[in-house]
């Protein structure tokens, strides 16, 4: 079947503009995870769901980030007001439950702000 | 809080010869799995293979095998008879077992394979 695809694949923004990162997991996947690959920083977690509630939080780096899942399905990762910082991969995963060993992985996007 | 550390940014290795990267980590839980993944340039995250903290038999996947050894909180990945296509970052992740799932991530190793 299909895995999890992630959209837009690259996004260039000007600094101070919205942008919304959108993440189809695999169909019954229960659980929902989003990371963010930095240079040089490696991968550092966001924010997970399990169905479409958000028990851990802990990652967004600042309020000007949050995250939605609706459905049980698709996901949105929203950054209001772009700063330069916040340029990085945003990865998304999933798992078919939360407990599961393997998280399934999408091809990321690509974040750059100017 | 948990960390997890890869000691060598860039590896090289000749096909078909056998490469070991490092990783290390920390941790006051005894129950935990351990991750290798393989990151493409496709940015593809890609798992290539689980150990289980409670399980003392190191696990293996074709040609790639870990060396954990829990007390020293050290495992390693061995790649044998190195392929062009293992070219790729490797990355270490730990996750609990308890009720936090999210994967704390080392920051990777670079692989070359040389022809």
């Known amino acids: 079947g299909a895995g999890v695809s992630q959209s837009p694949s690259n996004k260039v923004t000007e600094k101070g503009k919205d942008v919304e990162l959108r993440c189809d997991p695999i169909?019954?996947?229960?659980?929902l995870y989003w990371y963010r690959q930095s240079l040089g920083q490696g991968l550092e977690f966001l924010i997970y769901?399990?169905?479409?509630?958000?028990?851990?939080k802990s990652g967004l780096p600042s309020d000007r980030f949050s995250a939605e899942r609706t459905g049980g399905s698709v996901s949105t990762l929203t950054i209001q007001r772009t700063q330069q910082e916040d340029s990085a991969v945003y990865l998304c995963?999933?798992?078919?439950?939360?407990?599961?060993?393997?998280?399934?992985f999408g091809p990321g996007t690509r974040l750059t702000v100017t | 809080a948990q960390t997890v550390t890869q000691s060598q940014p860039e590896m090289s290795v000749q096909e078909a010869e056998t490469v070991t990267l490092s990783c290390t980590y920390d941790?006051?839980?005894?129950?935990?799995?351990l991750f290798w993944y393989k990151q493409p340039p496709s940015r593809q995250m890609i798992l290539v293979i689980r150990?289980?903290?409670?399980k003392q038999q190191n696990a293996t996947e074709n040609r790639f095998s870990v060396n954990f050894q829990k007390a020293a909180k050290s495992f390693s990945l061995k790649i044998s008879d190195s392929q062009l296509g293992d070219a790729a970052m490797y990355f270490c992740?730990?996750?609990?077992?308890?009720?936090?799932?999210?994967?704390?991530w080392g920051l990777g190793t670079s692989l070359a394979v040389n022809p």
């Open positions: 995963a999933s798992s078919l439950l939360v407990n599961s060993y393997e998280q399934y």
């Open positions: 169909s019954g996947h229960t659980a």
């Open positions: 769901f399990q169905g479409n509630s958000a028990p851990d």
């Open positions: 941790t006051s839980e005894s129950d935990y799995y």
């Open positions: 150990q289980e903290a409670y």
């Open positions: 992740a730990y996750r609990s077992s308890r009720n936090n799932r999210k994967l704390i």
